[in-house]
């Protein structure tokens, strides 16, 4: 089987996305004749053809992106928006998304995915499915105990992609957990991310004393 991988994230190689798919990769190549080539998004911003060319000849693709405040990058919607001409093909390939972001809550990535979904049959490719997960924000150095699980199921994912052409649900459910936070959850998470991240970048930025500025108050 033949897999093109598209990490769109903005940050290319160094990218929360590029890890995940990486264990997706790894479960994928064990089954023998299976072949999968990496393209990074970023590298043709300035020429989306020639990256559509390629999605148009292959087999399987799956496109990977973080996303940005309840939206995907405008770079991923561009190269998106360069596929339409090729609606209406009678050949295209089966393709796949896997959508991250820093919530941790998976409910923050379901209109995307819907969008993904609607677009992939809008242009007439067989939809594979996609794969979501939150809290995935500084996986490069979060504790193995928070990551090892999920990293293989990412791994299991690819693993039986490999061998069926299809994206496990049951695995999809696991990763997806938790759809929503509950509240007491939210009292411990929220305090965590104002405190040990907002609070600590403004301090690094010489901020932290304008916290409640509202510039644009009349």
Same mark, same amino acid.
């Given at each position: ?59 399987? =693709?799956?496109? &990977?992106?973080?996303?940005? %405040? /309840? ?6 919607? #561009?190269?998106? *928006?360069? +596929? ?42 067989r939809f594979l499915g996609s794969i979501l997960k939150g809290g995935c924000e500084g996986l490069d150095v979060q504790p193995t105990f928070l990551t090892e699980k999920y990293f293989s199921l990412?791994?299991?994912?690819? =693993?039986?992609? &490999?061998?069926?052409?299809? %994206? /496990? ?6 990763? #997806?957990?938790? *759809?929503? +936070? ?16 907002w609070d600590a970048q403004m301090e690094k930025n010489g901020v932290l004393d304008r916290s409640f500025d509202r510039p644009l108050m009349p």
């Amino acid at each position: 089987m033949q897999l093109l991988f598209i990490n769109a994230s903005p940050r290319g190689k160094k990218s929360n996305t590029g890890i995940l798919m990486g264990h997706f990769i790894r479960g994928f190549l064990e089954t023998s004749g299976n072949t999968c080539e990496v393209e990074y998004l970023v590298k043709h911003k300035n020429n989306l053809k020639i990256l559509g060319e390629k999605f148009s000849v292959s087999d399987n =693709v799956i496109i &990977g992106f973080p996303l940005y %405040i /309840d939206a995907m990058p405008g770079s991923v919607k #561009a190269f998106m *928006e360069a +596929l339409a001409p090729l609606q209406g093909r009678k050949e295209f390939p089966a393709l796949g998304f896997m959508i991250q972001c820093g919530f941790p809550e998976t409910a923050h990535l379901r209109f995307v995915a819907r969008y993904c979904e609607k677009f992939t049959r809008r242009i007439g490719c067989r939809f594979l499915g996609s794969i979501l997960k939150g809290g995935c924000e500084g996986l490069d150095v979060q504790p193995t105990f928070l990551t090892e699980k999920y990293f293989s199921l990412f791994g299991m994912l690819g =693993v039986d992609f &490999g061998k069926t052409g299809k %994206i /496990d649900e049951v695995i999809l459910t696991k990763l #997806a957990r938790p *759809e929503h +936070l509950s509240a007491e959850n939210m009292a411990m998470v929220v305090p965590f991310i104002n405190q040990g991240l907002w609070d600590a970048q403004m301090e690094k930025n010489g901020v932290l004393d304008r916290s409640f500025d509202r510039p644009l108050m009349p």
